[in-house]
């Protein structure tokens, strides 16, 4: 079993739905969770960074954090073709090994 | 506009041939990784550099693959012999020194698009 685990997808929506792209993980060391978009033929964007439990916004992203279920989230609102990308969540611990842990990813197709 | 950037951005070689990949982190971070990205295995790291000291190579295999950091400004990743089953983008990302916030995140180069043939 792999320690953080991402539906695949792919995952269509109309443009303007709201959008919940989730992951789970196993280790309870992970405190650090993150966000990562990439588009086809580029390299993983940074979109969003928690520490801990707790939720974070910015513009229409929202990102949420369950410790207790292991279970991470992240809300698109007003969704847009141009939101039409791979989602990855990624992971890390507490101590100073910094290495992240992927999930495979969820491929997001907004229909115009 | 700070980024990191990799050369080249694609390689086609033969197997049995040396490949090097170079990778510039942005200017200020102390953390370099060196990431591979295939369909089936997603993104999995190869290793992992603080203050250009290695502190983690254990997904590299170690008998073709080696890393090193010249300079704080240049990370490179040479396979030697390459493989078929080397055909993979090769990702680099650097991190900022943010020790007393710990803060982790992780700020991706474009990729190394290398086939073996």
């Known amino acids: 079993q792999k320690e953080v685990e991402q539906d695949p997808g792919p995952l269509s929506v109309p443009e303007g739905a709201i959008v919940s792209l989730n992951c789970t993980y196993s280790n309870s060391a992970f405190q650090y969770f993150m966000w990562y978009r990439q588009y086809s033929r580029k390299g993983p964007e940074l979109l969003m960074y928690t520490y801990s439990s707790g939720n974070k916004e910015d513009g229409r992203f929202t990102a949420q954090v369950d410790k207790s279920s292991k279970y991470i989230s992240l809300f698109i609102r007003d969704s847009q073709p141009s939101d039409s990308a791979t989602y990855l969540c990624a992971m890390s611990r507490d101590t100073g090994r910094r290495a992240l842990t992927f999930g495979s990813g969820t491929r997001l197709q907004v229909q115009p | 506009d700070a980024r990191v950037t990799q050369t080249p951005r694609h390689k086609v070689t033969e197997m049995g041939q040396e490949v090097t990949m170079r990778c510039q982190p942005i200017l200020g971070h102390n953390t370099v990784f060196w990431y591979r990205q295939t369909m089936m295995q997603g993104l999995e790291l190869l290793a992992y550099f603080r203050n250009r000291a290695p502190l983690d190579d254990s997904g590299m295999p170690k008998d073709r693959f080696s890393a090193e950091m010249p300079d704080a400004t240049l990370a490179t990743l040479k396979i030697q012999p390459s493989e078929p089953r080397d055909s993979a983008v090769y990702f680099c990302?650097?991190?900022?020194?943010?020790?007393?916030?710990?803060?982790?995140?992780?700020?991706f180069g474009p990729g190394t698009r290398l086939t073996v043939t």
């Open positions: 990302a650097s991190g900022p020194a943010r020790a007393l916030d710990g803060q982790h995140e992780q700020y």
